[in-house]
């Protein structure tokens, strides 16, 4: 069953399906350090006020992943902030996180060599939520 | 993205400050899926960039967004040398191999090319 995006329902999901990806478990390893995702407020996509993610990855496994405010998120290791919208796209697979990332529509804040040197675990990441069926305010 | 790595890099490894105190050139990196790119102009020590591409380059790299990636997650091995054989290495080289990456100015360039690999890999 489809669940709103970003909600509660829509975390324990996500981190249901990095729990259950060998590729994330393999690309994973080593990785010790949150990660916060903020989903930036659109008001006339129906998504009225700005999120987090907060997610305490450890060595392959999603120890936990949960909703917050943008602050919670803000205080991870690592910071991924961007629109409702471009969310959507990367979930949506209209939009490749690393392009994104490249091309600044994903901002990143944290140690950049680190990250990229899990590439592949941020793209299996990002592979998760296409996985997770989700409900789009902007789509209700 | 790009120069922050490279700015991380080069404050993190004394190694990589070295060679980037010591690199001249002009570095076009060119993604073919998002047809954007930039100009690197490395000056003993002192970075410029340009959106797109800048006339003059040394060396033009043109890929898709994944393998300029893994040009940054190429291992260096002895002698400053990259790495292509392991799994990585041997990615990027069958990508050159089969054109998908693409290298303008490589044969003339290779230490050049060497150098801007160390600064780029976060290996």
């Known amino acids: 069953m489809a669940v709103k995006a970003f909600s509660d329902e829509w975390a324990a999901q996500f981190k249901d399906e990095v729990n259950k990806s060998s590729a994330y478990k393999a690309a994973g390893k080593g990785w010790k350090w949150t990660v916060g995702l903020v989903v930036e407020a659109e008001p006339d996509k129906h998504f009225p006020e700005s999120r987090g993610l907060v997610m305490d990855l450890f060595d392959g496994d999603a120890r936990d992943i949960r909703v917050g405010s943008a602050g919670d998120a803000q205080k991870c290791d690592f910071v991924i902030t961007a629109p409702y919208t471009r969310w959507k796209q990367v979930a949506t697979k209209e939009l490749d996180a690393t392009k994104g990332m490249l091309q600044g529509k994903l901002k990143l804040k944290g140690d950049l060599p680190t990250i990229v040197r899990y590439t592949k675990a941020s793209h299996e990441l990002t592979e998760c939520t296409t996985r997770v069926p989700t409900q789009w305010p902007d789509e209700q | ?123």
């Not at chain 2, 591409?53 to 997650?73: D, G």
């Not at chain 2, 002895?78 to 054109?99: C, H, N, Q, T, W």
Request: aromatic share 6%.
């Open chain 2, 1 to 123: 993205m790009l120069g922050g790595l490279i700015e991380a890099n080069v404050q993190a490894n004394p190694k990589k400050r070295q060679d980037f105190d010591q690199l001249v050139a002009r570095v076009g990196i060119w993604v073919t899926d998002i047809d954007e790119g930039v100009t690197l102009v490395f000056d003993s020590g002192h970075l410029t960039m340009h959106n797109g591409l800048e006339p003059r380059r040394t060396i033009t790299i043109r890929a898709e967004a994944e393998t300029v990636m893994s040009l940054s997650n190429l291992k260096i091995g002895l002698f400053g040398m990259p790495i292509y054989y392991d799994e990585v290495g041997r990615g990027v080289a069958s990508k050159l191999l089969l054109g998908r990456l693409k290298i303008d100015g490589l044969l003339s360039n290779i230490a050049t090319l060497n150098r801007v690999t160390r600064i780029f890999s976060v290996q």
